[in-house]
């Protein structure tokens, strides 16, 4: 495929996603793939690789950005996206949005996320809206009620077929509340559950640390390896910062 051209960044997006790569240097990539995108003429790649850097964007230092990227999709015509595509995007950006205060505008996009899953016959697009819903029950303090919308993704997975995307999104989703109310240790018994990689000693540690276990989480915490942590393509940076 010619450079510049739709193919060839579709190619090139493959392969960041199949090979280890250090944060700066995906990230870079990814602006410069989502500028790419901007000035191909197709909503589906503009979309889709906003959303990736959305991703790459996910932690502290450079929330900012990750706020504009979100603006940026938010702002533009629907008309062309796949309604998959769509779903992620609106999820990523909510949790943007809401990561520097900005609720009215997140209920807003949770609303457009409910209103598409209404319209939709795929199961995971019809699951999007447990995350903005188990959001809003947090902030409005009705922790129990979080955990149970956190518990309905697994049910609901398992009901559409989409038992994986069901299990492992409700391990992520109920680590929060479940925390507040002082049963996080059930995150760890859940189905779905990775077992291993980077993320598992950062929720090992912040999960024994809200169970009085102070001792016991110092030792996870020694176990990372937090330079390793930041050089690569790291998931859960937001827990990492939780443990800092």
């Avoid at 051209?5 to 944060?23: H, N």
């Avoid at 990750?66 to 995007?89: F, M, N, W």
């Avoid at 993320?199 to 809200?210: D, E, F, T, W, Y």
Wanted: hydrophobic letters at 40%; one cysteine or more; charged letters at 25%.
């Amino acid at each position: 495929s010619r450079p510049g051209s739709i193919e060839r960044l579709y190619a090139d997006l493959a392969q960041v996603s199949s090979t280890e790569m250090t944060s700066a240097d995906g990230l870079e990539f990814m602006r410069q793939a989502f500028s790419q995108a901007r000035h191909l003429g197709d909503r589906e790649i503009e979309f889709d690789t906003g959303r990736q850097l959305m991703m790459w964007l996910n932690w502290p230092g450079v929330a900012e950005e990750r706020v504009q990227v979100a603006e940026a999709l938010l702002s533009r015509p629907r008309d062309g996206v796949k309604v998959r595509t769509l779903a992620r995007v609106l999820w990523q950006a909510s949790f943007a949005l809401l990561g520097r205060g900005r609720r009215t505008e997140s209920e807003t996009v949770w609303r457009e996320q409910e209103s598409l899953a209404e319209r939709s016959q795929e199961a995971s697009v019809t699951m999007y809206p447990l995350f903005g819903r188990c959001q809003r029950a947090l902030l409005d303090g009705q922790i129990e009620e979080a955990a149970a919308i956190a518990a309905n993704f697994t049910a609901m997975g398992e009901q559409l077929g989409a038992a994986a995307f069901g299990h492992i999104n409700s391990s992520w989703l109920a680590l929060r509340p479940l925390l507040l109310l002082g049963r996080g240790e059930e995150v760890l018994e859940q189905r779905g559950v990775p077992e291993d990689g980077p993320v598992k000693p950062i929720r090992q540690a912040l999960i024994l640390a809200h169970a009085g276990r102070p001792s016991e989480a110092a030792r996870h915490i020694k176990a990372i390896d937090w330079a390793a942590r930041w050089e690569t393509t790291g998931r859960g940076n937001g827990l990492a910062f939780d443990v800092e």
